[in-house]
């Protein structure tokens, strides 16, 4: 059983939750799945028929491909022509406005000859038509070659090219002014340009009458296929036509039997569909990570990234936008990996492709792809802890995806320059799937934003939390160097027991690093940070002296919450001491006081006990570290004393009651403190006695290489004198 599973009754009301939360789920990826019936052909053009023959059981037409109706509605708006109003009173306007300009003008600048021209140019233009600058921009964008120009009810057809733009217009104004022997000059003074005014206006009405006409001219299908007759038999090869007329009948089918009670039946093969994946989901948790079921907020992660995918998804199908392959579905395990464990991120991968493959007409391609990418991300994202590993997982999980998806074509007969798109392998697929690889490196940046929205703290966090330059860590080494070194030796010695148990290594490491800090409020009461022989303890009761040793839990806690430390590090900070005693003070007041009733809870710590293996471990090196540091003498005998005595006293006194380890764990613990301990510390052999005189001198070894290493160790009291 999982270390993460510890075994619970389950009550009326946490049964009823999840039911709740797994309706809610299914309710949700019901709505947003497609609600058309599926098909249940799947061919291919140029390979046979794999069905038996196939009978028309009811008439239907044969509708024309998009491709077709495209053509000949191209075809057909050749043949439109939009209607224009001639609008007469224009140029009528206009002429009116030049004769009052003209007015203004001495014969000497305008001559009678040169008004008399103006007028004459001016009426011709007006009589071609001038359509506006956008109307006649629009016309040449349209391809449109005539339009039917209207006055009343009388309405004739122009070409668009013999029509005048106002830009045209004021051109054709000047043109060859020079041979009537006019001066340009003159003509400018007047400024032509303001009596240029389009006389011809689009009626909107009219026209898009005659293009509803023409579009209804057009016929959706191009035959029909009778009851009874044969559309295709096993072995045929499937031509273009056979595949239209394959498709016509799955589109009449669906028009026929889009009824109620079809509509029922499809949302309740949607429903069931759903049910079964989400029941699998809960029993995962229940048998493996039941923690995560406990925790709401990974509750509510998990399933709202397994509700994104599938909503993303049906949007790109149901609006035929874009290929779901450029959709990033290894992101969903890289966050499950990172915040929660591999297992739970390759179970919740292949739930999410299911449920996304429904909306799809040929699924397995898509989950032999999506599944196998997911794989290779979880393997090569084991433990994140720099950037780097986001850009190689990125890159094999799409380099698996790509290999997998080409080795589906060639088995399915593609070919890299196939004759025709059917044969040929779609290289579109290809740069959808390098695309979506690209997105997935943006998954570094949202996981700060999942990390701050639901509470998480992931490796990559822990890793800058543990660099030592920080501003909390950096005050410590100078407030209290001898806890600085102590955190760290403890760091490392937990470090390396989770490595050995399977536990997380970087969380405890870090949660190592912080565990003390407390100790800074009054760094000189702790033994490590005193120096000079000097001890504040012999100024106080052994009753105060408890207090300001256990007080440095709770003012860790509170400088942890001041510098906004994730709730992970907090918990090393209460429960590295657990619900324990201060022995030597409690036992130095007894001692004191043997006729007075002590109260127990005056020398603990208020805990609470660990609750996680990490912490315990945590519990067990700061214990250990501590303690070996009094050694009197490092040898193996002692080291290994020292550590069995110390575990098994916590075991004892139940402070891993509450927390999934077990004793093996326990016990290569044990193994690995007196081996790291052994390293730090040095240990020497004992050397055996002379038998035949016990005042024989001891004859130092020879010189030579290993003769310091070979010297025995004497270990002196502290400032005993120096006796020759």
Not at 203 to 216: A, I, M, R, V
Not at 488 to 508: F, P
Not at 700 to 713: D, F, I, S, V, Y
Request: proline share 4%.
């Amino acid at each position: 059983m999982s270390r993460y599973n510890k075994p619970v009754i389950h009550n009326w009301r946490e049964i009823l939750l999840q039911a709740l939360v797994a309706a809610a789920f299914i309710a949700v990826v019901v709505w947003f799945q497609p609600r058309g019936s599926r098909s249940l052909m799947h061919f291919d053009v140029g390979r046979p028929w794999p069905y038996g023959q196939l009978i028309a059981p009811f008439d239907f037409p044969i509708f024309k491909s998009d491709a077709q109706l495209a053509h000949e509605r191209d075809s057909v708006r050749l043949l439109y022509e939009p209607y224009f109003e001639f609008q007469e009173q224009v140029e009528a306007e206009q002429i009116k406005a030049l004769r009052l300009a003209l007015r203004e003008q001495t014969s000497a600048e305008i001559p009678l000859s040169y008004r008399t021209y103006i007028e004459r140019r001016l009426h011709e233009i007006y009589q071609i038509g001038i359509l506006s600058a956008d109307d006649y921009q629009r016309l040449r964008a349209d391809s449109c070659q005539n339009i039917r120009i209207f006055t009343g009810t009388e309405a004739t057809s122009h070409a668009v090219w013999k029509l005048l733009s106002p830009r045209a217009a004021y051109d054709y104004l000047f043109a060859n002014i020079d041979s009537f022997g006019l001066s340009r000059q003159k003509f400018m003074r007047l400024s032509m340009n303001q009596f240029i005014v389009p006389n011809l206006s689009y009626d909107q009405t009219k026209s898009e009458s005659q293009w509803n006409e023409l579009l209804g001219s057009l016929s959706p299908s191009s035959g029909m296929v009778l009851v009874g007759q044969s559309i295709i038999d096993r072995g045929n090869i499937v031509t273009e036509r056979d595949a239209q007329i394959l498709s016509s009948y799955e589109r009449a089918a669906a028009a026929r039997s889009n009824t109620s009670r079809e509509n029922s039946m499809i949302v309740i093969g949607h429903i069931l569909y759903v049910a079964v994946i989400v029941i699998c989901l809960f029993f995962y948790f229940n048998l493996f990570r039941r923690d995560y079921i406990s925790n709401g907020r990974s509750v509510l992660l998990l399933f709202l990234l397994m509700l994104v995918y599938p909503a993303l998804t049906t949007f790109l199908v149901r609006h035929t936008l874009l290929s779901v392959y450029l959709i990033p579905y290894v992101m969903l395990p890289v966050f499950i990996r990172v915040f929660m464990d591999s297992r739970t991120a390759f179970f919740t991968h292949v739930c999410m492709v299911l449920l996304c493959a429904v909306s799809l007409r040929y699924p397995f391609e898509f989950i032999a792809t999506q599944l196998t990418g997911g794989l290779v991300a979880i393997y090569t994202l084991r433990e994140l802890s720099e950037r780097s590993q986001i850009f190689r997982t990125a890159i094999f999980s799409t380099a698996t995806m790509l290999v997998v998806y080409a080795s589906l074509d060639f088995i399915h007969g593609r070919q890299l320059m196939g004759d025709t798109s059917l044969t040929r392998v779609d290289f579109s697929i290809y740069q959808h799937i390098i695309i979506s690889g690209v997105l997935v490196v943006f998954a570094y940046p949202l996981m700060y934003l999942i990390e701050r929205l639901f509470n998480f703290t992931s490796n990559v966090t822990l890793v800058e939390l543990s660099n030592v330059n920080r501003s909390l860590l950096r005050r410590l080494s100078e407030v209290a160097p001898g806890t600085f070194q102590h955190s760290m030796q403890v760091a490392n010695l937990a470090a390396e027991v989770a490595l050995k148990i399977g536990a997380k290594s970087q969380l405890v490491r870090t949660g190592a690093l912080y565990h003390d800090i407390g100790k800074m409020q009054n760094a000189a009461f702790f033994t490590e940070n005193q120096a000079g022989g000097i001890n504040p303890h012999d100024k106080l009761d052994a009753r105060e002296s408890a207090r300001v040793i256990i007080s440095h839990v709770a003012d860790g806690e509170a400088l942890a919450d001041r510098n906004k430390l994730p709730r992970l590090i907090r918990d090393f900070i209460s429960t590295h001491h657990g619900k324990g005693l201060v022995k030597y003070f409690y036992i130095t007041y007894k001692n004191q006081h043997p006729d007075e009733v002590i109260d127990y809870a005056a020398f603990s710590y208020a805990g609470p006990d660990p609750f996680t293996a990490e912490q315990a471990i945590l519990m067990m090196a700061d214990a250990v570290e501590a303690s070996a540091r009094s050694l009197k003498e490092y040898t193996e005998e002692s080291i290994g004393e020292l550590v069995d005595r110390i575990i098994d006293t916590q075991v004892a006194e139940g402070h891993f009651a509450n927390c999934p380890i077990t004793f093996q764990d326990i016990r290569t613990a044990k193994d690995v403190f007196k081996e790291k301990l052994k390293t730090i510390y040095h240990t020497r052999i004992s050397y055996p006695k002379l038998h035949n005189s016990e005042n024989a001198p001891v004859v130092p070894p020879a010189e030579g290489p290993g003769a310091e290493t070979a010297a025995p160790r004497r270990n002196k009291p502290l400032g005993s004198a120096q006796n020759p």
